[in-house]
């Protein structure tokens, strides 16, 4: 029988350095936390406040037309996928829906994040280690009976694992697969982003907003478990973070002047220059130009300096496009239009103040109308926007419960760090829905650890959730695994 641990509501959870570690058996041993999304993998110890491993959820191949790639081709890390080098292209083992699609390369990212800080990297198999030669050169048979766990560097410890509310049920078995054959693992658990976003919030009862780079997810939760049959209530839309980043070279290209977009490592030296007058600076030459998957990953760090400095959304009440009154014909915009500008500079020099251009970027994400559009990027689907992807996840739950829900609506992910992002949300729910009290939390103030929260919700859940004591009833072990198979996933970890 499965147990639900619940939090209490009015209590945000502590981390309890007594609970650090896990019982498996007589064994007592720290748990390891993987939250893995499409731009960035996290990886640390239950029972600590934020994970030890931050590394891309991209990768590296040298690709040229002379070579061929395997998997143990793949480059991971931070100085790997950011060094311009030739004939590097840069791939992502997540498909539009967050959903891996190549295993191979999520394996190894996967692995690349816990061993690199935390269990330390996979031992060298004694087959291929330099050591069995012969005298002449020639490698020699040895036994090697005895020798598999030597390739298992997550032996000894039990992995909590997030994955998307629709995560379908054959990636689900996948992932266990791997961590329990590849790996080793002795215990195994799976919980859901939405889910794992409210244990870290203490609110087991809420409905979960969840802005990350590919999609923005609504998991609408009841005592910690989603609500219909089916996940029906969890609905997911591609307009999130990366969205944004497509509406500001919109918006770089479509502006008088054009703002240049070029990347830092393309700028060799720079001088001062004048608003909006061309750049002042020496760019550095490569015998190879480095691939365009390159410059794109580059191109989104600076996009990705401009989202958390200058752009900001409009709070409300009502849209940007909105009249203030029913019969003035003074709108938001005009409104917007009236306050102080944000310079920003690019890596090149090339600076401008931005005004109310910066409240458009994120009109789309609300009304899709707004967008900016051109003939490659049409309008977004109506129903892909925030407002109407919430009223769609509500309309699935019985009508009883939507109050309460509308209480305590959290929101979090790294694309939710837009400045009034939170104000904005509540603007539009109480529009919708004027008769329920309408709360939406999200982390207060602007330091790192309002940051994290937000950014990394989902792993604190799973770090919270991991320390306690009462979970390790929850844990599948490695010999229930081998006696059920990857099925008993889908009974233990709904």
């Known amino acids: 029988m499965n147990t639900l641990v619940v939090i209490n509501p009015t209590v945000k959870p502590e981390y309890n350095k007594s609970l650090d570690t896990i019982l498996i058996g007589s064994d ?10 499409s731009s960035t993998t996290r990886a640390g110890f239950a029972g600590e406040d934020a994970p030890k491993s931050l590394v891309p959820s991209f990768y590296g191949v040298i690709q040229d037309a002379s070579s061929t790639t395997t998997p143990d081709d793949y480059l991971f890390g931070e100085n790997a996928v950011h060094n311009p080098r030739a004939h590097l292209e840069i791939r992502n083992p997540f498909g539009a829906d967050s959903v891996v699609e190549n295993w191979d390369a999520a394996t190894r990212l996967w692995e690349y994040a816990i ?5 330390g990297i996979r031992a060298t198999h004694p087959s291929k280690n330099g050591l069995n030669v012969g005298n002449g050169g020639e490698e020699v048979d040895v036994a090697m009976e005895g020798m598999e766990e030597v390739e298992k560097p997550m032996a000894e410890n039990p992995l909590l694992m997030t994955e998307p509310g629709w995560n379908p049920t054959k990636a689900r078995e996948k992932t266990m697969e791997v ?21 870290a919030s203490g609110k ?10 590919n999609t923005t997810s609504v998991t609408p939760l009841f005592d910690g478990l989603p609500l219909r049959k089916g996940y029906a209530g969890i609905l997911h839309s591609p307009l999130a973070g990366n969205f944004l980043s497509n509406q500001l070279r919109l918006q770089f290209a479509q502006s008088n002047p054009p703002a240049p977009l070029v990347p830092h490592f393309m700028v060799k030296s720079k001088s001062p220059v004048d608003a909006n007058s061309p750049a002042s600076a020496s760019y550095v030459s490569f015998a190879t130009p480095p691939s365009d998957s390159f410059r794109r990953l580059e191109e989104e760090r600076v996009l990705l300096s401009f989202k958390e400095s200058v752009v900001q959304v409009w709070q409300g009440p009502g849209r940007l496009s909105s009249r203030q009154h029913p019969n003035s014909e003074r709108t938001n915009e005009d409104e917007a239009a009236t306050r102080p500008g944000r310079p920003f500079e690019m890596p090149d020099g090339w600076n401008s103040m931005w005004g109310v251009e910066r409240y458009k970027v994120v009109e789309g994400l609300f009304d899709h109308r707004a967008a900016l559009t051109d003939d490659e990027n049409p309008a977004p689907d109506p129903k892909h926007t925030l407002p109407t992807l919430i009223f769609n996840s509500l309309s699935q739950i019985d009508v009883d419960l939507r109050a309460q829900l509308l209480q305590t609506v959290i929101l979090t992910g790294g694309g939710s760090l837009v400045e009034k992002m939170t104000d904005r949300l509540h603007s539009e729910l109480s529009t ?12 207060s103030g602007s ?20 320390s306690l004591g009462s979970f390790h009833q929850m844990w599948i072990s490695k010999k229930e695994y081998d006696e059920h198979g990857p099925g008993i996933l889908e009974k233990r970890c709904k």
């Open 432 to 443: 919708m829905f004027p008769n329920p009290r309408v709360r939406v939390y999200g982390a």
């Open 179 to 199: 961590a329990m054959e590849d790996w080793g693992v002795p215990a195994f658990w799976m919980g859901k982003t939405g889910v794992l976003a409210a244990f």
């Open 204 to 213: 087991p009862t809420a409905l979960v907003v969840d802005i990350g780079a």
């Open 28 to 37: 007592e041993i720290n748990a390891l936390v993987l939250d893995s999304g």
């Open 115 to 119: 061993t690199s800080r935390l269990t």
């Open 447 to 466: 330091g790192p650890g309002a940051v994290a929260d937000r950014r990394y919700a989902a792993w604190v859940g799973g770090s919270v959730l991991g």
